[in-house]
């Protein structure tokens, strides 16, 4: 195919060529940043005797763990790198977790299921297979430090790398729906490895999750998950300082109460697709201007708070700036809402406008007036300006620039399996269920060589069949050869 590679450089466009689909479609601000965070994930590839691991900082930071590791965001990490061509990237960084010195339960982490993610995509289930013991003694251990009496897990928002939240601490459906989510991977590991009983037993664990999830953290008035508080949580709250507990009134301090804010986290649970069909008017709320929606967000609480973007000293809060982590959560959240759930509130073109303006906040103003690519901690949802690096900046820190290049979320599987489409499974079939709105009026895109259970899969369309020279309308190829054409753009089942 014909895809312009002309504004990367050669040593970019040579790896690019080699480890990662290429893509291409009219929207430049897309396309650009899918190869800006792609040139991002590579800058964070790290060989160590350890193998391969992937940080979140470049720079050294003290509170990382062995090769400057932290958990927090891996699970993004193996979404997006999943589609890297060689799997020893992400072979390697698994083991590292559980076998050569790193930490996954310093910070939530849903393992397990992003593990799993990689194999549906590699195929090879030798490594996940090799790893089950270890994940089951994950999640047994999580269990031993985080399980609440009402048999949900309780967090503290720090470690769920979401300090200073209006919510806070306690029972939050971003750990609940990692263990959820772990529980379901779990159990189809150990289906591919022959252990019938402890796959039951891992699936009877997340029917009990999500019955909980739905029946503690549902606040049926608000109709939002919201975080519920727990004497723990409460316990570590308390303890702040800084001036953030001065400004919670007490009704925000008393035990087992769902807090009174809804939070972007309230979206987790429909990642890894726990809620039951019901559920789905949370969604009224994420483009409401009033509610969630901003230009550079969405805010991560919700705008008519009396706590939203509280001001304090710490560059890092989570009281309404625009994360992201966040961001990539609420839109994998959004992509399975729209294949899997029937709702009014929320279509693909809020999905392609939300995914186009976090696109878009991929810049910063450089010192001479121009804009380039950026991403780095957290924004001013109305402004675009990246928070962390103005407070660090202001203050001269000595790592004021650690923010640069920081892998901390996703974008290009958002591409790839969100917009675009494809959807892993195990099995020799390949699931395309693209969500491009026809008001973005595409006239071609092409995704060409997505490395797919050792094919090479290419998704292209062409409206009058004169931009790639291979006919015109919608067309699926497996290691070159036609598998699927339509007319139009649609959802598809291709065999390998």
Request: glycine share 6%.
């Given at each position: 195919m014909r895809i312009n590679l002309s504004f990367l450089q050669q040593d970019e466009s040579d790896w690019m060529k080699e480890q990662v689909p290429l893509f291409e479609c009219p929207e430049e601000n897309l396309q650009r940043t899918y190869y800006f965070r792609w040139g991002v994930f590579r800058k964070h590839l790290k060989l160590t005797q350890s193998g391969y691991v992937v940080t979140e900082f470049l720079p050294q930071v003290p509170w990382s763990g062995r090769h400057n590791t932290i958990s927090c965001p891996a699970g993004h990490h193996f979404y997006e790198g999943r589609w890297l061509h060689q799997p020893v990237y992400l072979n390697d960084y698994a083991e590292f977790w559980f076998r050569k010195g790193g930490e996954p339960r310093r910070y939530s982490f849903w393992a397990a299921d992003a593990i799993f993610a990689h194999y549906?995509?590699?195929g090879d289930s030798s490594s996940i297979r090799e790893l089950l013991p270890d994940l089951v003694a994950n999640y047994e251990a999580w269990e031993a430090e985080r399980k609440d009496a009402s048999g949900l897990y309780w967090q503290m928002d720090d470690r769920d790398g979401m300090e200073f939240s209006i919510g806070g601490s306690g029972l939050r459906?971003?750990?609940?729906?990692y263990m959820y989510a772990d529980a379901v991977a779990i159990s189809r590991i150990a289906m591919l490895a022959g252990q019938q009983e402890l796959a039951q037993q891992y699936e009877d664990n997340a029917a009990v999750l999500q019955q909980?999830?739905?029946?503690?953290?549902w606040d049926e008035e608000a109709k939002f998950f919201k975080v519920r508080t727990n004497m723990d949580g409460l316990a570590y709250t308390r303890k702040l300082t800084g001036g953030w507990l001065e400004q919670l009134p007490d009704d925000l301090l008393q035990e087992n109460k769902l807090m009174p804010v809804c939070e972007l986290t309230g979206y987790v649970p429909w990642c890894f697709g726990l809620p039951s069909a019901g559920y789905e008017d949370a969604w009224a709320r994420l483009m409401d201007p009033k509610q969630f929606y901003a230009p550079y967000g969405p805010t991560t609480a919700e705008q008519a708070h009396p706590l939203f973007m509280a001001e304090l000293q710490h560059e890092c809060l989570w009281n309404g700036p625009s994360w992201p982590f966040a961001t990539t959560q609420t839109l994998v959240a959004m992509a399975r809402l729209l294949r899997e759930y029937k709702q009014p509130h929320v279509n693909r073109a809020d999905y392609y406008h939300m995914l186009c303006s976090y696109a878009n906040s991929h810049q910063r103003m450089s010192e001479d007036g121009t804009r380039i690519p950026w991403i780095d901690e957290n924004l001013d949802p109305f402004t675009g300006e990246w928070i962390a690096r103005s407070k660090l900046h202001?203050?001269?820190?000595?790592?004021?620039d650690r923010g640069a290049d920081y892998n901390h979320s996703a974008f290009c599987d958002l591409i790839i399996s969100g917009l675009i489409g494809m959807q892993p499974r195990a099995g020799n079939e390949l699931d395309i269920h693209p969500l491009i709105p026809e008001e973005a009026n595409w006239d071609y895109f092409c995704l060409e060589n997505v490395f797919y259970h050792k094919h090479y899969v290419t998704?292209?369309?062409d409206k009058d069949g004169e931009r790639y020279g291979k006919g015109s309308g919608y067309r699926i190829e497996v290691d070159g050869k036609l598998r699927y054409h339509a007319d139009r753009i649609q959802p598809a089942t291709v065999l390998l």
């Amino acid at each position: 195919m014909r895809i312009n590679l002309s504004f990367l450089q050669q040593d970019e466009s040579d790896w690019m060529k080699e480890q990662v689909p290429l893509f291409e479609c009219p929207e430049e601000n897309l396309q650009r940043t899918y190869y800006f965070r792609w040139g991002v994930f590579r800058k964070h590839l790290k060989l160590t005797q350890s193998g391969y691991v992937v940080t979140e900082f470049l720079p050294q930071v003290p509170w990382s763990g062995r090769h400057n590791t932290i958990s927090c965001p891996a699970g993004h990490h193996f979404y997006e790198g999943r589609w890297l061509h060689q799997p020893v990237y992400l072979n390697d960084y698994a083991e590292f977790w559980f076998r050569k010195g790193g930490e996954p339960r310093r910070y939530s982490f849903w393992a397990a299921d992003a593990i799993f993610a990689h194999y549906l995509v590699t195929g090879d289930s030798s490594s996940i297979r090799e790893l089950l013991p270890d994940l089951v003694a994950n999640y047994e251990a999580w269990e031993a430090e985080r399980k609440d009496a009402s048999g949900l897990y309780w967090q503290m928002d720090d470690r769920d790398g979401m300090e200073f939240s209006i919510g806070g601490s306690g029972l939050r459906p971003t750990i609940n729906s990692y263990m959820y989510a772990d529980a379901v991977a779990i159990s189809r590991i150990a289906m591919l490895a022959g252990q019938q009983e402890l796959a039951q037993q891992y699936e009877d664990n997340a029917a009990v999750l999500q019955q909980l999830v739905e029946r503690l953290l549902w606040d049926e008035e608000a109709k939002f998950f919201k975080v519920r508080t727990n004497m723990d949580g409460l316990a570590y709250t308390r303890k702040l300082t800084g001036g953030w507990l001065e400004q919670l009134p007490d009704d925000l301090l008393q035990e087992n109460k769902l807090m009174p804010v809804c939070e972007l986290t309230g979206y987790v649970p429909w990642c890894f697709g726990l809620p039951s069909a019901g559920y789905e008017d949370a969604w009224a709320r994420l483009m409401d201007p009033k509610q969630f929606y901003a230009p550079y967000g969405p805010t991560t609480a919700e705008q008519a708070h009396p706590l939203f973007m509280a001001e304090l000293q710490h560059e890092c809060l989570w009281n309404g700036p625009s994360w992201p982590f966040a961001t990539t959560q609420t839109l994998v959240a959004m992509a399975r809402l729209l294949r899997e759930y029937k709702q009014p509130h929320v279509n693909r073109a809020d999905y392609y406008h939300m995914l186009c303006s976090y696109a878009n906040s991929h810049q910063r103003m450089s010192e001479d007036g121009t804009r380039i690519p950026w991403i780095d901690e957290n924004l001013d949802p109305f402004t675009g300006e990246w928070i962390a690096r103005s407070k660090l900046h202001a203050r001269d820190d000595a790592n004021k620039d650690r923010g640069a290049d920081y892998n901390h979320s996703a974008f290009c599987d958002l591409i790839i399996s969100g917009l675009i489409g494809m959807q892993p499974r195990a099995g020799n079939e390949l699931d395309i269920h693209p969500l491009i709105p026809e008001e973005a009026n595409w006239d071609y895109f092409c995704l060409e060589n997505v490395f797919y259970h050792k094919h090479y899969v290419t998704v292209v369309y062409d409206k009058d069949g004169e931009r790639y020279g291979k006919g015109s309308g919608y067309r699926i190829e497996v290691d070159g050869k036609l598998r699927y054409h339509a007319d139009r753009i649609q959802p598809a089942t291709v065999l390998l």
